[in-house]
């Protein structure tokens, strides 16, 4: 099992940066990639940013420039930095990690954290 713990979330002005943080645990060998997506009330959930084992990154093209992911050297802490936030990235944002089931046949499985809120006022 894969447990994920989002945090740093707040209220911002426009053209404010924050950082949030999600803290992994239990079979982090097992997984393959982490992310975040996030999703505003009433919308479909929305991919913002990936990195996998090998440290390889994507980041949705519409958020490049604003957002990093990166990943703490313990490789325990996933982050997402937003910087120039605007009040469009007013959302919640979870943390997700694709991982490989304990049984062969139970192939990939997504993990999600509570969320965390971020709000970017005007």
């Known amino acids: 099992q894969v447990q994920l713990v989002e945090s740093g979330g707040g209220l911002v002005q426009a053209g404010g940066s924050l950082r949030l943080s999600c803290a992994v645990s239990?079979?982090?060998?097992?997984?393959?990639?982490l992310g975040w997506y996030r999703q505003a009330p009433g919308k479909e959930r929305e991919f913002v940013a990936r990195i996998t084992r090998d440290d390889t990154t994507i980041h949705a093209d519409s958020l490049k420039g604003r957002f990093t992911i990166s990943r703490d050297n313990t490789r325990n802490t996933v982050y997402l930095q937003m910087n120039s936030l605007k009040p469009e990235d007013t959302a919640a944002y979870y943390c997700n990690a694709v991982a490989w089931g304990t049984r062969q046949e139970d192939g990939l499985l997504d993990y999600w954290g509570q969320g965390t809120q971020v709000t970017v006022s005007s």
């Open positions: 239990g079979s982090i060998f097992r997984i393959n990639a």
